[in-house]
T-cell receptor, first 116, second 116 residues
């Protein structure tokens, strides 16, 4: 079945450090890939997406490139801020033939803490 | 205005009780979902409805019964609550008008259920 594997957390970095959170996937078919972020006490928000191989998603200084050859979608940011502290989820979605059947399959989440 | 809302935000109850969680979306979306996030932050699909029709029912005990009175609402009723039901439950919705197109899922803030 479809699955997403994320690097284990928690991850603690100093402000302005470089961030990488690894994500790899296994899927039948051609998935779309997503990064969601969950700030403390809130629901999930879409951070960025890529719908086909070699696409790069970007938002708020975060980037991730859809690498079909390595089945990866690693999240990166050049200089993190305290406000980036949150839980980050990698997810995939397989295009289906009927509405309502396009569930998101999530990784286990990576808790990121940025210290001043 | 809140796009996807859930009530209650917190729910504390005794084992064996029956409880309901309500979800409403004002985005005009056709599809709604329930996800469960356990204590380790692992997030997994439970159900999806498209135009009030059940589409996904993913290895969930039959003590859980979703109900969709209309496209804007998807409620989750849980009978005979067990300790293992303690989790955060997230509702989400998406607009699924065109097969294969990108349909972002918008998440509610979550309902934290604690079973004592």
């Amino acid at each position: 079945g479809d699955s997403v594997t994320q690097m284990e957390g928690p991850v603690t970095l100093s402000e302005e450090a470089f961030l990488t959170i690894n994500c790899t996937y296994t899927a039948t078919g051609y998935p779309s890939l997503f990064w969601y972020v969950q700030y403390p006490g809130e629901g999930l928000q879409l951070l960025l997406k890529a719908t086909k191989a070699d696409d790069k998603g970007s938002n708020k200084g975060f980037e991730a490139t859809y690498r079909k050859e390595t089945t990866s979608f690693h999240l990166e940011k050049g200089s993190v801020q305290v406000s980036d502290s949150a839980v980050y989820f990698c997810a995939l979605r397989i295009q289906r033939s009927n509405f309502g059947n396009e569930k998101l399959t999530f990784g286990t989440g990576t808790r990121l803490t940025i210290i001043p | 205005d809140t796009a996807v809302s859930q009530t209650p935000k917190y729910l504390v109850t005794q084992m064996g009780n029956d409880k309901s969680i309500k979800c409403e979306q004002n985005l005009g979306h056709d599809t709604m979902y329930w996800y469960k996030q356990d204590s380790k932050k692992f997030l997994k699909i439970m159900f999806s409805y498209n135009n009030k029709e059940l589409i996904i029912n993913e290895t969930v005990p039959n003590r859980f019964s979703p109900k969709s009175p209309d496209k804007a609402h998807l409620n989750l009723h849980i009978n005979s609550l067990e300790l293992g039901d303690s989790a955060v439950y997230f509702c989400a919705s998406s607009q699924d008008r065109v097969l294969g197109s990108y349909n972002e899922q918008f998440f509610g803030p979550g309902t934290r259920l604690t079973v004592l």
